[in-house]
């Protein structure tokens, strides 16, 4: 099987024995390979001191913001299904409902399964990725608009019987699709649109761009939303409002236009570099699985999967304990107000470590202090004062928030950069999500 992979970099011009590609693959391939080892130099390529954005050279601080803007167009729908909605819908609905909805969320695990065909239909005129991107965009600006004018009847109708909560799950299932199929294709571009010495800013990109989307779909937008808010900080005392400043419906249609603004500037403004590789479907899914059944992909696969249990209790729990054991929820926003900066300040910073030093170095390194950030959790949570949080404890807690979004940053921008670096180009959509997914 290992043939396969082979034989499909001996196919194309562009991934010859000197390349970056393919020494990452022969040196994946190689029975003596550990994780623990340091990425040798590449040919005719060193890595020198870790550069900072102003550093880069022009054409890689323009595709680096454009990674950053098409991440940050992904994360908006994202905000709104992981996080929003499912947050409105629970005062209209029950929560077998909300189970139904959390079925939307499943194209991102699922991605993986046609990730090849992203790979391997494509237009010449267009860019391998392009020709994805482009459409996929287009019609999610305009499932965004369609889903503003309808987006109140949907939910009324949700409340009202068993069938509206799956007409309301199917199209956000269908948004989410959408998004998952353009993760593949920016996953892809991010391996030739930066060049190769500065490849791990892709995971500084993405980091930055989807954090940023998803913040201000579910913390900004639900913050705006809240007529509470709106009442307190926006309008006069004798004069409180019924809604929020920012509607669902309206916040969906002003990003549906912002979809397909972005998108006409990417077509006019933003040509591909031509890519000769003309792999069909069936190769594609052949070289995915020669992949698979690399033994040191199936150890990397483990790893990934088991990685996350020492935490996985306090990534999802310690919150909803903090709240059960009396502290607010203005209290709670604010600490994630502040977790925000600190994650996109540490996106970029971790992206200039990880060309100094091994990604996988880092990403061990911070999987320790992930477990004591964990630990440290729980013990805020077992010594919550009984009269409630003060501005002392609330330091406390905004402290252990920042332990915790540290740590789970670095492991994230540390683990994407590793696979930026050995994840073969020409099919670097399915590269990228098969180690990610």
């Known amino acids: 099987m290992n043939g396969i992979v082979l034989e499909h970099r001996r196919k194309h011009n562009s991934i010859d024995g000197t390349s970056p590609s393919s020494q990452a693959a022969s040196l994946m391939g190689s029975s003596s390979f550990s994780l623990d080892d340091e990425i040798p130099p590449l040919a005719q390529e060193e890595e020198g001191p870790s550069k900072g954005f102003f550093e880069l050279s022009k054409k890689d601080q323009k595709n680096f913001l454009l990674l950053v803007l098409l991440y940050f167009l992904q994360g908006i729908p994202m905000g709104l299904a992981h996080g929003s909605v499912p947050f409105l819908l629970k005062n209209v ?18 991605k ?129 409002g019924e809604t929020g400043l920012m509607e669902l419906d309206s916040y969906l249609t002003f990003w549906g236009w912002a979809y397909l603004i972005v998108t006409a500037g ?18 594609v899914y052949q070289t995915m699985w020669g992949i698979l059944k690399l033994k040191n992909i199936q150890s990397f696969i483990i790893i990934h999967l088991i990685a996350k249990i020492g935490f996985q209790a306090n990534d999802a729990v310690t919150s909803l304990k903090l709240l059960d054991k009396g502290l ?80 789970n940053t670095v492991m994230f921008v540390a683990v994407s950069a590793f696979h930026a670096k050995i994840s073969d180009p020409v099919i670097g959509g399915t590269y990228m999500t098969l180690l990610a997914t």
Request: net charge neutral; charged share 15%.
């Open 328 to 407: 607010k929820q203005e209290q709670l926003s604010l600490v994630i107000l502040v977790d925000f900066p600190v994650e996109v300040f540490l996106g970029y910073y971790i992206g200039k470590w990880c060309q100094t030093y091994p990604p996988m170095h880092i990403w061990c390194w911070s999987f320790i202090g992930r477990l004591v950030a964990a630990g440290f959790a729980q013990f805020v949570v077992a010594i919550f004062p009984a009269g409630g949080a003060g501005a002392s404890f609330l330091l406390l807690v905004i402290a252990e928030h920042v332990l915790s979004t540290f740590m």
């Open 112 to 240: 993986l399964l046609w990730s090849p065909i992203v790979d391997a239909v494509w237009s010449p005129k267009l860019g391998r990725r392009k020709s994805w991107i482009l459409p996929i965009q287009t019609i999610s600006g305009f499932s965004m608009i369609w889903l503003g004018k309808h987006i109140n009847k949907m939910m009324k109708d949700a409340s009202d019987n068993e069938g509206g909560v799956w007409n309301f799950t199917w199209w956000w299932f269908a948004l989410v699709f959408l998004c998952a199929t353009q993760d593949i294709a920016v996953d892809g571009w991010a391996l030739t649109l930066l060049s190769k010495e500065n490849l791990a800013y892709a995971s500084t990109a993405q980091t930055v761009g989807l954090t940023a989307g998803q913040f201000l779909s579910y913390t900004v937008f639900l913050a705006f939303n809240s007529k509470d808010f709106a009442n307190k900080w926006f309008r006069p005392l004798n004069a409180p």
């Open 266 to 283: 990417l077509a006019l403004m933003k040509r591909e570099d031509r890519d000769k590789n003309t792999d069909s479907i069936k190769e």
């Open 93 to 110: 609905v029950s929560y077998s409902a909300i189970g139904v909805f959390s079925l939307a969320a499943y194209p991102y695990s699922l």
